[in-house]
């Protein structure tokens, strides 16, 4: 079988309803490993179609049975007993010029929790992004795992388990060890971009509150997810109209993912609607395992305490729906059918249009389904979830689309643009920029069918506007310079910098190896 029949077969497959999605996982592995040019092509291609599988809802399980699938490793690990010669292991790469770096511990990952060594598979699948929907080179990009052990005995004492295997450290040693590593980056690739993802809460506010002033990093859990939620909310509002200063946003979950979110969408609507710090803070709510968060509190960790307000306490999700009467839900709890009908039907008697956010992922853990957003609130519902669901037509042949809130649509330009401009560092502000420059882009016949998104498959498109307007902020901001090549092009409203955007990203069929 030559190039072109494999290239075919496997897309046959991919396409197939059969094939389990941890088959379709390893296909797409397999693929690129064997025909790399071609696996890109097809990825470039079928962004869309191919996304499920080399990322959310599949790598969720890709990483629990890591261990056992008998994969190549792609990354980098770097373990505690590699502490002292950190730096001399990065050296040792095959590949120096690395622009783009992805990095785990695996103490969260996605709702599934600590799965230790096996979160490569989410640095791995992450950092395919970059490529698929921004165009950085692939032979540029490095996922890594830091490996500091497990609290997840059962995978621990697992006989094919390779990660270390031993409990994860006191916080005085995972931080020396953290920071050797953040250290050695810095000396050996002075200028990479640097994403956190799937930390532990705890670690991951410490982390980004320690490095985020002084290293070009940032922490896709925390503020990726807070711009393409702040997007959704943003479109959502073109759907349904009024001010973003106007609503009142209850979450249910209060880690890393529900803080960034409400930190984020507060800090837009101080920045672009004139409200007070204190009262843009007031508009959004939260709840953790004990129910609301408020001021009469004891027992907050410091990440929930801005968002602690002056309210009376309540056990429940329904309750606090009835008491705050919120025109927004969002679920980043990992709690899986917790929007319930109660829910999702008082929510509806209170919001002629309710926006409702199931973004945990993967799909098991999704809130609530679209179809049941769609039934209990008769059509009237704008959607926007974490993992994908198909399309439904409701009893009266409304077709109605389910958008996904995929950080892919951001963080890949954001990045992409940070490398481009050498950036210093990356402020909170430019996911603000960039969750309006995508919102902005849905056409209105997207937006009539309940789409606060374009089109994934135009992803590149999408990347190349999110990627000037981030350009521009970041240059504008002095913590990065205008790319080579860029200078004398318009900047003032991104449409020139948007097709040198569009030019600088990398494509297969301009390489001629890998």
């Known amino acids: 079988m030559d190039v072109e029949e494999r290239h075919a077969a496997k897309s046959s497959f991919l396409s197939e309803a059969g094939p389990r999605p941890i088959d379709k996982y390893m296909y797409l592995r397999d693929l690129r490993v064997n025909d790399t040019n071609k696996y890109y092509q097809y990825m470039l291609q079928n962004a869309q179609q191919v996304l499920p599988f080399i990322y959310t809802p599949t790598v969720g399980q890709a990483c629990q049975e890591y261990h056992s699938l008998g994969i190549k490793t792609r990354g980098l690990y770097i373990t505690l007993d590699d502490r002292g010669s950190i730096l001399d292991k990065l050296r040792s790469w095959h590949t120096q010029d690395i622009q783009a770096i992805v990095v785990t511990d695996g103490e969260r990952i996605l709702g ?256 609530c389904t679209f179809e049941q957003a769609v039934k209990w609130t008769d059509g009237r519902v704008i959607f926007a979830s974490g993992s994908p669901f198909d399309p439904i037509v409701d009893e009266q042949g409304q077709l109605h689309n389910a958008p996904q809130a995929n950080n892919a649509y951001i963080f890949p330009a954001v990045g992409h643009a940070a490398i481009l401009t050498k950036a210093k560092t990356i402020p909170p502000a430019v996911f603000m920029v960039a969750a309006e420059q995508l919102a902005a882009m849905s056409t209105i016949k997207e937006l009539s069918v309940g789409s606060v998104f374009p089109q994934f498959s135009n992803i590149r498109n999408i990347s190349a506007a999110v990627m000037a307007a981030s350009v521009r902020f970041l240059v504008n901001s002095g913590v990065g310079t205008i790319p080579s090549g860029w200078e004398g092009h318009d900047s003032g409203e991104g449409v020139d910098w948007r097709a040198m955007a569009a030019g600088s990203m990398w494509s297969p069929a301009s390489a001629s190896r890998l």
């Not at 979110?261 to 710090?277: F, N, P, V």
């Open 112 to 367: 599934l929790g600590d799965l230790g060594a096996n979160g490569m598979g989410i640095s791995e699948g992450k950092i395919e992004l970059y490529t698929a929907a921004a165009g950085v080179d692939p032979s540029k990009c490095l996922p890594i795992a830091l490996d500091a052990g497990t609290n997840n005995v059962a995978l621990r004492e697992h006989p094919e388990y390779k990660g270390l295997r031993r409990p994860r450290p006191k916080m005085e040693e995972y931080d020396a060890f953290v920071d050797e590593f953040m250290q050695a980056l810095k000396a050996w690739r002075p200028h990479v971009l640097l994403q956190f993802e799937d930390f532990g809460n705890t670690n991951a506010f410490r982390i980004l509150d320690k490095y985020q002033k002084s290293f070009c990093c940032f922490n896709d859990d925390i503020q990726g997810t807070a711009s393409i939620t702040l997007a959704a909310l943003l479109g959502a509002l073109r759907i349904r109209g009024g001010r973003l200063s106007e609503q009142r946003i209850l979450f249910l979950g209060a880690g890393e993912a529900a803080c960034g979110i409400a930190t984020l969408i507060s800090y837009c609507m101080h920045r672009r609607e004139g409200l007070s710090e204190e009262d843009s803070r007031q508009r959004c709510f939260l709840i953790d395992s004990k129910g609301l968060v408020c001021a009469s509190r004891n027992d907050l960790q410091h990440h929930k305490q801005p968002f602690a307000h002056d309210v009376a306490f309540t056990s429940s999700l329904i309750e606090a729906v009835r008491v705050l009467k919120p025109t927004a839900l969002i679920g980043v709890s990992a709690v899986p059918n917790t929007f319930d009908e109660e829910v999702i039907r008082t929510m509806a008697e209170m919001n002629e249009r309710p926006i409702i956010f199931p973004l945990s992922n993967p799909t098991s853990l999704s809130e």
